[in-house]
């Protein structure tokens, strides 16, 4: 009996889970978190200088850009952490 792509992506994805990461892969991965963690913070802190002092429009704008580069920041990290989860 032939599996359905359904069932075989099931089983593919029950492997990766089940799969502990090794120490190199912890740190690494502690490593990308802490970074993209400390990026993000930085963003907002610059963006809530630059809020403080624009007119309301203007601030509306600087929030939904900084969101967006913190978005950003989050998305290319959980890529990082993927790949390094990936590498053994």
Do not use: H, W
């Not at 992506?9 to 990308?32: L, N, S, V, Y």
């Amino acid at each position: 009996m032939m599996k359905s792509a359904l069932e075989l992506a099931m089983e593919k994805t029950a492997q990766k889970e089940g799969a502990k990461p090794t120490e190199k892969q912890k740190r690494e991965i502690e490593e990308i978190r802490s970074i993209a963690k400390a990026k993000a913070a930085e963003e907002e802190i610059m963006a809530q200088g630059q809020i403080a002092s624009a007119d309301p429009a203007k601030a509306k704008e600087l929030k939904e850009l900084s969101a967006a580069r913190i978005r950003k920041i989050m998305a290319d990290a959980e890529a990082k952490i993927e790949k390094a989860r990936q590498s053994r």
